[in-house]
């Protein structure tokens, strides 16, 4: 017998698990929902989660600008507009792009070009902070503007769609795990900044999602459910009481500025009512290298939503997504970043990681559930007051509830594992490699970045360092590009390769008609497919 060959005495009545190209075990998929008040509270929820990465955004990059000082009036017009902004392309893309239960929200990948043009020095003449802050917007928006025509192009013009047709399940197992995991040091380090609040609020979502539903049995399924809303109520009301007993009187800045529930500023800072609206800040103007740099971030928000996407359908029990869907989607993210130039909101747009995590946490991959977060979003930054007394939760309970909803798409991407050989030493080496070089290389140019003051490609043209240091500075882009490239040219031409890559589970998934499910998932309302026909 061979090496390694026989099932090493084992009894053949022990069987492998079945491969599912539908997840099992959701309660309600893409087409499905629960009853309306349920409904109602699972799309607070999806707000409140996506709530983190709006104020974390905006709260770094608007004082950099100018903004942002004494009344905090610019950050907080920046978060509802972006609010604002990300309801409407949350409901162009559920009812329009993939038509996942995918919510689009502002991105951490654009803060290094915004950031840049933040610190020009084309500024330097500009006294007035308002007016520094202003300026700086306006180019911003120019460079978001036209980065969105090369992202629409790339989508609508199908150019995603010919990459999706050679994308295995192998070469997607590193970028969906590293869409999770790449965002780690949102996680314990930001919740670690206040660790008497940030922890007892990771145990008590672990606790509440993952414990309460065994002991208490019931039908409803409430706690592991809403296990996010059950944890912010019952953490905030703790750091509420910390803070009025006085616990953080005596404590350094930093400390009050994360534990203290009452820093942000955001309430007295926010009208009553305030729509906000395109060119609201002035005309954008436009600048080569700001908007060259701004391309590199939509090209990797381009990636990273591309596993968003397929982490969500995995979550909402969907079929694995057809090329022309994943290029439709990305079609419509271009125009997300249009909206973001339009509007203002000082970064571009990208598929939330942490709301695709949250329908894993709940089984709730409902499309109805995300359009009715999408209307929290709009209703609560036109009535700024309420919106940003929900915006104040410490940035500690957010970081808490970071580490189980991203840890949820790292493991969608784990179990997609189950379409390759994992016995096939080429499987060991694309997955382990793309995956180790994602991680390494990407931590080699945020540490750099963070102790000089600039990336290790440091010329003379700032936009060709700042195109360098988003791309590069992404796990999850650069495990996707390493394992594409290895999945594409590594021995190829041998026979395995398709069996042991996936391929052959998604082959039927390639076009849009092969299977009679991806319709129902995929096609759009009102009959409009036969305007915008699916290949």
């Known amino acids: 017998m061979a090496a390694g060959g026989g099932n090493g005495g084992k009894s053949d009545d022990f069987q492998p698990f079945p491969v599912k190209d539908q997840l099992p075990g959701v309660d309600f998929c893409v087409c499905t929902s629960p009853s309306w008040p349920e409904s109602i509270l699972h799309g607070f ?45 949350t409901l162009l893309q559920t009812f329009f792009g993939t038509r996942l239960p995918v919510v689009i929200g502002g991105s951490y990948v654009f803060i290094i070009p915004t950031v840049s043009i933040a610190l020009s020095s084309r500024y330097s003449f500009l006294t007035d902070p308002n007016e520094r802050f202003k300026e700086s917007m306006r180019d911003v928006q120019g460079a978001l503007i036209v980065a969105s025509f090369f992202t629409m192009t790339i989508g609508f013009f199908g150019f995603w769609r010919v990459f999706a047709r050679f994308f295995s399940p192998l070469a997607a197992v590193p970028l969906v795990i590293l869409t999770g995991l790449g965002l780690y040091s949102h996680g314990f380090p930001q919740l670690a900044r206040c660790i008497e609040v940030g922890l007892p609020a990771l145990i008590a979502v672990i606790f509440f999602s993952q414990y309460i539903p065994h002991l208490i049995k019931s039908n409803g399924a409430i706690f592991d459910r809403f296990a996010i809303l059950f944890s912010i109520v019952v953490i905030w009301v703790y750091a509420e009481i910390l803070t009025a007993a006085g616990a953080y009187d005596n404590s350094v800045s930093k400390t009050q500025f994360s534990c203290r529930t009452d820093r942000s500023g955001l309430t007295s800072a926010a009208s009553w009512i305030r729509v906000p609206y395109p060119l609201q800040w002035g005309r954008p103007s436009f600048h080569a290298g700001d908007a060259v740099s701004v391309i590199a971030a939509s090209f990797v ?43 203002g909101t000082g970064t571009g747009s990208t598929a939330s990681v942490e709301n695709a995590g949250l329908l894993g946490l709940t089984r709730v991959g409902s499309r109805r559930v995300v359009q009715i977060s999408a209307l929290f979003m709009l209703f609560l930054s036109v009535f700024g007051k309420f919106g940003a007394i929900l915006a104040s939760i410490p940035l500690p309970i957010v970081a808490a509830l970071y580490c189980v909803l ?61 195109v360098m240091q988003t791309i590069f500075s992404s796990p999850a882009t650069v495990a996707t590009m390493v394992a594409f490239f290895l999945d594409c040219t590594h021995s190829y031409w041998h026979d395995s390769v398709r ?37």
């Not at 982490?311 to 994943?326: C, G, L």
């Not at 798409?409 to 179990?415: D, I, K, T």
């Not at 080429?426 to 990336?455: A, D, M, P």
């Not at 589970?505 to 309302?525: I, V």
């Open 499 to 535: 069996r042991d890559n996936g391929s052959h589970w998604w082959e039927k998934f390639r076009s849009f008609n092969a299977d009679t499910r991806t319709e129902n998932f995929y096609s759009l309302p009102a009959n409009l497919n036969r305007f915008f026909p699916s290949f």
């Open 45 to 89: 929820q999806h707000y409140l989660v996506m709530l983190g990465t709006t104020v974390i955004v905006s709260s770094t990059i608007v004082p950099l600008m100018g903004g942002g000082n004494l009344k905090q009036t610019e950050k907080a017009e920046v978060i509802n507009t972006l609010l604002f902004v990300s309801g409407l392309n």
């Open 301 to 343: 928000a381009i990636i990273e939503s591309t596993g968003t996407f397929i982490a969500a359908s995995r979550y909402a029990s969907a079929t694995p997504i057809p090329p022309s869907v994943h290029s439709r989607g990305v079609g419509w993210l271009g125009v997300a970043i249009l909206l973001n130039g339009l509007f």
């Open 406 to 466: 991203f840890a949820y798409v790292a493991s969608a991407g784990l179990g997609l594992l189950q379409f390759c050989n994992l016995n096939s030493f080429r499987t060991k080496f694309i997955l382990g490699f793309s995956l180790f070089i994602g991680l390494s290389i990407s931590q080699y140019f945020n540490e750099y970045l963070l102790v000089s003051g600039h990336g290790p490609v440091h010329t003379q043209s700032t936009w060709f360092n700042n």
